[in-house]
């Protein structure tokens, strides 16, 4: 039977009518044709109705119905108005009813009249109050945005990556090489099915899209997948498969010799007996962020996060919480390599109708997520728009639509308006092994951003290959601290710059066990030219001295001060043995007992490299730490 929700409010409306029978004969025939689908009947006896007698106004509340099931909006509306035009309060939906068609027309200001003429009733439903509520909201804010447009200009990706069939939830990696796509078209027999398909970038163009294979596609539905940084870590998400938690979970498929392994399901640390789909992995491979129905949010569908820890194990899901999530729908999050921004579609937020992207952002990866933004129009519409995606260099976006293309639905690119870009991001790539036996291993890895302290990452190297590999904002001086027990710390500092972004910058690490003599450069420890004052980004390295010898509280250690051939003898070992000094009194003032430490100038006596060049002054101007 027909939805009656309108037919059953005018039920007093009808009892009370003083219209002639014969009209009213045929509009009780026509909602008896519309409750059995009967469509066509139903509307020639409505309209028979209205010509019987054009002032009696309840068919024209079914004839908006037929209309609007119809398609027909626009004529739905005008019929919809003409049975409202007494303004009985009992229909009084109708005008909510008329401002929710304006929204998809769109026509947002005779919305917004509308909107706003129904809550001018009292005693009305309560769902349809809070709706138009947050419809007007929606109407301001759409009729500012068409005011104030955004730059628009997108482009189809190419017959590489699209092709007569449907294209849709792209990712790519850091470097920009690869690109991978859902694509909804045969499989076998030609039965249709969603798969995974692959593009790669060679001399300035995209390859044809391959399958991934078999190891992720099967004869089901595979799909909202992303791609972590490195390109070689695929999440996506997978329904009805036997050794499903729920009806839709997330995978996880690793790239090793070109070829993907078979996709693992994550387990009950993500998955549940709901619905958890769209993964979208942070740059340093820790947080994984996805779509989940599961009790606790604040609407049907939140945004969630876990963290993997060192044991590699996902944490249990954390709510993004009220400033992301709304009481309504967010859905396909995608969290930039800057790890600072977060890219989103949301129906709660105010925006031009259904589904409208936003964009988050934070001031470094600890930080709270800041109120969304929407990225305007004519990037969003009164439509859907979701699954937007933004390469490394923070300004190309891409997303899918039917727009125009090679095939029912395609992957299209733009350049984002400045104001909703990200930081465009370098790459960095650390190994880490023992300095003795060359073996890879696991460890600790901190990156601190030195103009602020912040800490920007907070991982660890991967055990089996003592690898590491993150994104990290442009343009940005970066201390990083290895550390392992039973071995010293290492630190090193660097500039990522624009080159990092097309190759990744190398660290290799060689960690040294603790045995007597042992050394170590502390290579984030700063002073100004020849003087021997801590400067304030020297902190970080301290602090993490301070931690070392903590945890290490049977160590004793010598604190060496270096400096370069510039000036005089006598002067550069006073130079070095006051820097020195001034790290030994700053771990003496952190607690750190006084009889565990000494320390000692030696001027230019033990340089590390020549001192003919500008590079190799700065590299013998140096703190060290050994153990005695």
Same mark, same amino acid.
């Given at each position: 039977m027909k939805n009656l929700l309108i037919l059953l409010l005018l039920i007093p409306f009808v009892l009370l009518s003083q219209n002639t029978s014969k009209a009213k004969k045929s509009y009780a025939k026509a909602i008896k044709f519309y409750q059995e689908s009967k469509d066509k009947k139903a509307k020639d006896l409505v309209q028979s109705a209205i010509q019987q007698d054009a002032n009696y106004l309840p068919p024209y509340l079914l004839l908006g119905q037929l209309e609007e099931e119809s398609g027909n909006i626009e004529s739905a509306i005008d019929n919809y108005l003409k049975g409202i035009s007494?303004?009985?309060?009992?229909?009084?939906?109708?005008?909510?009813?008329?401002?929710?068609?304006?929204?998809?027309?769109?026509?947002?200001?005779?919305?917004?009249?509308?909107?706003?003429?129904?809550?001018?009733?009292?005693?009305?439903?309560?769902?349809?109050?809070?709706?138009?509520?947050?419809?007007?909201?929606?109407?301001?804010?759409?009729?500012?945005?068409?005011?104030?447009?955004?730059?628009?200009?997108?482009?189809?990706?190419?017959?590489?990556?699209?092709?007569?069939?449907?294209e849709y939830l792209p990712s790519i990696s850091a470097d920009g090489k690869l690109f991978v796509i859902t694509r909804r078209g045969p499989y076998q027999n030609n039965v249709v099915s969603e798969d995974f398909y692959q593009s790669e970038y060679q001399n300035g163009n995209w390859t044809k899209a391959q399958n991934m294979g078999a190891s992720v596609n099967t004869m089901g539905n595979e799909g909202a997948q992303c791609l972590a940084p490195n390109g070689k870590l695929l999440f996506f998400t997978a329904c009805d498969r036997e050794d499903g938690l729920g009806r839709c979970d997330i995978y996880f498929s690793i790239k090793r010799?070109?070829?993907?392994?078979?996709?693992?399901?994550?387990?009950?640390?993500?998955?549940?007996?709901?619905?958890?789909?769209?993964?979208?992995?942070?740059?340093?491979?820790?947080?994984?962020?996805?779509?989940?129905?599961?009790?606790?949010?604040?609407?049907?569908?939140?945004?969630?996060?876990?963290?993997?820890?060192?044991?590699?194990?996902?944490?249990? @899901?954390? *709510? #993004? +919480?009220?400033? %992301? &999530? =709304?009481?309504?729908? /967010?859905? !396909?999050?995608?969290?930039?390599?800057?790890?600072?921004?977060?890219?989103?579609?949301?129906?709660?937020?105010?925006?031009?109708?259904?589904?409208?992207?936003?964009?988050?952002?934070?001031?470094?990866?600890?930080?709270?997520?800041?109120? @969304?933004? *929407? #990225? +305007?129009?004519? %990037? &969003? =519409?009164?439509?859907? /728009?979701? !699954?937007?995606?933004v390469a490394s260099d923070g300004k190309t976006a891409y997303f899918a639509s039917d727009k125009s293309g090679y095939g029912k639905e395609d992957i299209f690119w733009f350049h984002l308006p400045q104001e909703m870009q990200s930081q465009q991001v370098a790459y960095l790539n650390t190994k880490v092994y023992d300095s003795e036996t060359k073996t890879p291993m696991k460890s600790s890895i901190e990156i601190i951003d030195l103009a602020n302290g912040k800490v920007m990452i907070s991982s660890f190297t991967y055990s089996k290959t003592g690898?590491?590999?993150?994104?990290?904002?442009?343009?940005?001086?970066?201390?990083?601290?290895?550390?392992?027990?039973?071995?010293?710390?290492?630190?090193?500092?660097?500039?990522?710059?624009e080159q990092s972004a097309l190759q990744a910058l190398e660290l290799d690490i060689p960690l040294q066990q603790l045995n007597k003599g042992s050394k170590i450069v502390l290579n984030n420890i700063f002073f100004d030219t020849d003087a021997y004052t801590l400067k304030i980004e020297s902190e970080v390295e301290l602090n993490t001295l301070v931690n070392f010898m903590n945890n290490n509280p049977i160590l004793e250690v010598e604190i060496e001060g270096h400096t370069d051939n510039v000036g005089s003898e006598s002067h550069n070992l006073k130079l070095s043995e006051n820097r020195a000094k001034a790290v030994y009194d700053f771990l003496v003032k952190k607690g750190v007992d006084a009889k565990r430490m000494t320390f000692k100038g030696f001027g230019a006596s033990q340089p590390i490299i020549k001192n003919d060049t500008d590079q190799g002054r700065a590299a013998n101007r140096r703190t060290a730490f050994r153990l005695r």
């Open positions: 007494d303004k009985n309060p009992d229909n009084a939906w109708g005008y909510w009813k008329v401002g929710m068609l304006y929204m998809q027309i769109p026509n947002y200001k005779e919305a917004q009249r509308a909107f706003k003429y129904f809550l001018s009733f009292k005693y009305q439903n309560s769902k349809k109050i809070e709706s138009a509520r947050k419809e007007l909201k929606n109407c301001e804010f759409s009729i500012d945005a068409i005011a104030n447009p955004k730059p628009f200009d997108f482009k189809n990706m190419g017959d590489g990556v699209n092709s007569e069939w449907e010799n070109s070829q993907w392994s078979e996709a693992r399901n994550l387990g009950s640390s993500i998955n549940s007996k709901y619905w958890e789909s769209q993964p979208t992995i942070s740059p340093d491979g820790r947080e994984l962020y996805f779509v989940s129905n599961r009790p606790g949010g604040y609407g049907d569908m939140d945004i969630w996060k876990s963290v993997l820890s060192e044991q590699g194990t996902f944490s249990t @899901p954390v *709510n #993004l +919480g009220s400033t %992301i &999530n =709304t009481p309504y729908d /967010e859905m !396909s999050p995608f969290i930039h390599t800057d790890n600072q921004n977060l890219y989103f579609a949301s129906n709660g937020h105010p925006g031009l109708g259904d589904f409208d992207l936003f964009l988050s952002r934070r001031d470094y990866p600890a930080a709270i997520w800041q109120n @969304p933004i *929407n #990225l +305007g129009y004519p %990037i &969003n =519409t009164s439509g859907i /728009e979701n !699954s937007l995606i690898e590491f590999f993150t994104c990290l904002p442009a343009n940005t001086n970066y201390a990083v601290n290895i550390s392992k027990d039973g071995y010293l710390f290492h630190s090193e500092n660097f500039i990522l710059n």
